[in-house]
C-alpha cells in the first residue's frame, strides 16, 4: 500500500519519478481503509528535502500511512520558505488533541548547543511528554536521539574532539529483532554530529537496548524495551549526496571539517558519492513501520501510556 500525501507537496513529484508508491490525498479518501497516522516532526533547517527524504524511505513499507507534518512554533524556519510552512506544516498546538500512531522526530544542527540553550527546547520537551500519551511509537532521529535520551532517560551527550562524519561500519547485534529484521550482520550507514551517547551509559539502564553499534562501539541504533521508542543516532534516512552538500557547506562556513569518512571513492571531494546504504534505510523504516502496525490499537483512543 502507498504512502499518502497532499496533491501539491514539492517532494510528490521527486517521490513519482523514483517510483516510491504514492496515494495522492484525492484518491485515499475514495478508499475505506484506517492509514496508519504519523507525525513527523521536522526540526532540520530544510524541511523539503528532510521531508522527501522520510517520505521515501517510510514509501518502502506495504502500509498506507498518513503524514502529518510539524515545525516548531518558537523558532521561526530561515531556509524554508513560509507559504510552504503555511501550506503543509501545522504546530503541536494545531494537533495536540489528537493521537497518532506513529511520531518521528527528525535531527538538527545543534550538537554543540546545551538543550537548555536551544531556543525550542521547552516546546520540543513538551512534544515529548505529550507523545507518552498519545503517539503509540516513537522514532527519533541523532540529535533528536540524543534529546530524547536526555529527556526521557537522563543520558548527557559527550561532545567528540572533532565531528564524526562520513559512512561507518555498523554491526546488528540482533538480526531477528522485529525492528533490525532482515539485517546483515554488517552494514553502512552514514553519521554526522559533533557528539555520541557512551556505551557505558545505555548499558547501565535495563530499559535501553543496543541494537547496532559501529567497529568502535559508538551505538547507532537504540530502542526501549517497550519496543515503542527508537533512537537512531545515524542517519540512514540520507540520500547519497547529503553528506557532500554538508562537508561543502561547512567548508563554505569557514568550519574546515576533516573528509567525511569512507564516502568519496578514492577520498576525491570532487567524486561522486555512492549509496551503499539504501536497502537497510527501506528495512529499518519498513520493520518500524510494521511493529507499529502490529502494537498500534485501531481506535487511537485506547492508546495505553508509555
Known amino acids: 500500500m502507498p504512502i499518502k500525501i497532499p496533491n501539491s507537496l514539492p517532494a510528490v513529484q521527486t517521490l513519482k519519478k523514483e517510483r516510491v508508491p504514492l496515494i495522492l490525498e484525492s484518491r485515499a479518501l475514495k478508499q475505506d481503509i484506517r492509514p496508519l497516522q504519523i507525525a513527523i516532526l521536522n526540526l532540520m533547517p530544510d524541511k523539503i528535502k528532510t521531508e522527501t527524504q522520510l517520505l521515501r524511505a517510510m514509501g518502502a513499507s506495504p502500509l498506507q500511512i498518513e503524514i ?3 515545525h516548531t512554533s518558537t523558532h521561526q524556519s530561515k531556509n524554508t520558505p513560509e507559504d510552504h510552512l503555511s501550506s503543509f506544516y501545522a504546530t503541536h498546538d494545531d494537533v495536540k488533541d489528537k493521537r497518532f500512531d506513529g511520531l518521528i522526530v527528525t535531527g538538527a544542527p545543534l550538537g554543540l548547543v546545551d538543550y537548555k540553550d536551544v531556543t525550542y527546547w521547552d516546546e520540543l520537551a513538551t512534544i515529548m511528554d505529550w507523545s507518552r500519551r498519545h503517539v503509540y511509537g516513537s522514532f ?9 535520551l536526555y529527556h526521557f532517560h537522563g543520558i548527557e551527550k559527550t561532545v567528540l574532539d572533532s565531528k564524526k562524519m562520513g559512512v561507518f561500519l555498523c554491526h546488528a547485534r540482533d538480526v531477528f ?6 539485517f546483515d550482520d554488517l552494514f553502512h550507514t552514514p553519521i554526522a554530529r559533533h557528539t555520541a551517547i557512551a556505551r557505558k551509559d545505555i548499558l ?3 530499559a535501553l537496548d543496543i541494537l547496532a553499534e559501529t567497529e568502535d562501539g559508538d551505538p547507532c541504533l537504540l530502542q526501549d524495551t517497550s519496543l515503542r521508542h527508537v533512537y537512531a543516532l545515524s542517519h ?4 547519497a549526496e547529503t553528506l557532500k552538500n554538508e562537508y561543502e557547506r561547512n567548508i563554505a562556513e569557514g ?3 576533516d573528509l567525511p569518512e569512507n564516502y568519496f571513492p578514492g577520498d576525491n571531494p570532487a567524486a561522486t558519492p555512492r549509496m551503499t546504504w539504501r536497502a537497510h534505510r527501506s528495512l529499518l523504516f519498513r520493520n518500524w513501520v510494521d511493529t507499529i502496525y502490529q502494537g498500534t490499537p485501531f481506535n487511537l483512543d485506547e492508546i495505553e501510556p508509555v
Do not use: S
Not at 529483532?177 to 532482515?182: H, N, S, V
Open 177 to 182: 529483532d522485529p525492528l533490525t529484521m532482515g
Open 255 to 257: 568550519i574546515n571539517p
Open 140 to 148: 527519533y532521529i541523532c540529535w533528536g536521539a540524543l534529546a530524547a
Open 68 to 70: 502529518t507534518l510539524l
Open 236 to 239: 540512514l534516512e540520507y540520500d
Open 204 to 206: 547501565h539502564r535495563p
